[in-house]
């Protein structure tokens, strides 16, 4: 797609090193899959870093050691609170702008696209897109949540 193609010119390497950031989805698999294949077809090397399960979260030197090898930094659509929030606990935001700084592409859609930014417009408190969402919502449960304005990293 001529966006995948746009990422590899501004990353000025034929197969650029990418980090995949999948918080905001949870690190769901299918997502990663969905959002990763198309660099891994044309030769990059894809590296995902869980940041959700606190039981198994990587070091802070592994966390480090991934964004400085990093020459695309990728972020899943998904919960945008909830991957800012933790990103923020983690220091993963001060990572993020060093990245930047050095001339890191950042890019992803939606929740990865807000991000970004100084803020935005996020469905984040949508209870259908929490963690762990309860099976069977109630009208009330489905009708009672507001967009809320998420500041970016």
């Known amino acids: 797609p001529p966006i995948r193609a746009e990422i590899l ?8 090193a990418v980090l995949y950031l999948g918080t905001a989805s949870f690190e769901g698999a299918e997502a990663r899959e969905r959002q990763t294949a198309g660099f891994a077809e044309v030769g990059c090397s894809v590296t995902a870093l869980d940041l959700t399960d606190m039981a198994t979260l990587p070091s802070e030197s592994e966390r480090e050691k991934c964004f400085q090898e990093a020459d695309v930094i990728a972020v899943s659509g998904g919960n ?27 890019c992803g859609g939606s ?10 417009h996020s469905d984040s ?29």
């Open 111 to 120: 929740a990865g696209g807000i991000c970004w930014f100084e803020g935005g």
């Open 9 to 16: 010119r501004l990353a000025g390497k034929p197969t650029p």
């Open 80 to 106: 945008t609170l909830f991957a800012v929030n933790r990103w923020r606990r983690l220091g993963v935001d001060a990572l993020l702008r060093q990245a930047l700084d050095r001339g890191v592409v950042l």
């Open 125 to 153: 408190l949508d209870p259908a897109t929490v963690a762990r969402p309860k099976p069977e919502l109630s009208d009330a449960e489905r009708a009672g949540w507001a967009y809320v304005r998420v500041r970016g990293v």
